[in-house]
């Protein structure tokens, strides 16, 4: 065998074994890569906008309209200061038109959700905001009279942070024709069934009732259209003890309810407290159902 066919036989014998040698343990090297399938990214939901009310409102040519507003943390009808430039320009410009529009009103509407925690005395946290707008209005020199105030359930409000941009809105509009009549009817619907506040001893707080929130709007109201006009609020006792203790226990008992007006946006201005301590029983005082029926304040009105 030539060495040239020695050379050619042992190429031809590392091909075979290199074949044979790649078939059985590197049967995948050639073998295309597979592509690991693409992920798809997931994008988290974006936040939804909150909701913003503007600070507007229009008659005629004369218009307002500036997207800042009064703003309010949820739960509650504080108005968060400080209040832009704008709505103070505004507030100015609303007084301006007011005063020489005696006949004209500002109707202002707060705006609420129904899963926020109402802590005011009014019947809603809508209302309770118009309320704080009102007073805000009225120290900035507007008058009660050419205000009224509502409350609108509103659930598509989206807050921000906590936080309502503006849930309030306003409409200018005539006075009412009647509004005199109306202001009768309102003084003796207070008048006939006024507010009466219940006190345990050492009671410290007040929780209304539903009925008792309308009371409070209703005494507020009149008291913003009628010039002069008070709340009168007394403190009554049982006669458990001595009567000069009993007198200052009433006084105690209306202060504190004044003091709880005032915080609801009542002027204390506009209230008169007294106490007239075990004198006005409207039960027995020998038993104790009755003796806690006469521990009372009472709040009507007073022209």
Do not use: W
Not at 111 to 132: H, I, V
Not at 165 to 180: C, H, M, Q, R, S
Request: with cysteine; charged share 20%.
């Amino acid at each position: 065998m030539t060495k040239t066919t020695t050379n050619l036989l042992g190429i031809l014998i590392t091909i075979l074994a290199g074949t044979y040698f790649y078939i059985t343990h590197c049967s995948e090297c050639g073998m295309s890569v597979k592509k690991e399938p693409v992920k798809e990214m997931v994008v988290a939901p974006s936040e939804p906008e909150a909701t913003s009310y503007p600070f507007a409102f229009s008659d005629g040519d004369y218009a307002y309209n500036e997207n800042d507003n009064y703003n309010f943390n949820m739960s509650s009808s504080s108005i968060l200061m400080p209040l832009s430039g704008k709505v103070s320009t505004g507030i100015t410009s609303l007084k301006a038109f007011l005063a020489e529009n005696t006949g004209k009103v500002i109707n202002v509407t707060g705006y609420y959700k129904n899963d926020e925690t109402n802590a005011s005395a009014f019947p809603n946290l809508g209302l309770a905001r118009a309320n704080s707008v009102k007073n805000h209005m009225v120290e900035n020199g507007i008058s009660s009279s050419q205000i009224n105030t509502m409350g609108k359930l509103m659930n598509d409000m989206i807050p921000k942070d906590n936080m309502f941009l503006g849930p309030i809105t306003y409409g200018l509009g005539d006075k009412a024709v009647n509004a005199e009549d109306e202001l009768q009817a309102l003084y003796d619907k207070i008048t006939a069934d006024p507010l009466v506040l219940y006190f345990n001893t050492g009671e410290a707080a007040i929780n209304l009732s539903a009925e008792q929130r309308q009371k409070v709007a209703d005494i507020s109201r009149y008291l913003d259209k009628v010039e002069g006009a008070t709340a009168q609020v007394t403190g009554h006792a049982d006669n458990e003890g001595r009567r000069v203790t009993n007198v200052r226990l009433g006084q105690g008992r209306a202060d504190f309810a004044t003091n709880y007006l005032e915080e609801n946006g009542i002027p204390k201005t506009k209230i008169k407290a007294s106490s007239k301590g075990s004198d006005a029983p409207v039960a027995t005082n020998t038993t104790e159902v009755g003796r806690s029926k006469n521990r009372r304040t009472v709040v009507t009105l007073k022209k």
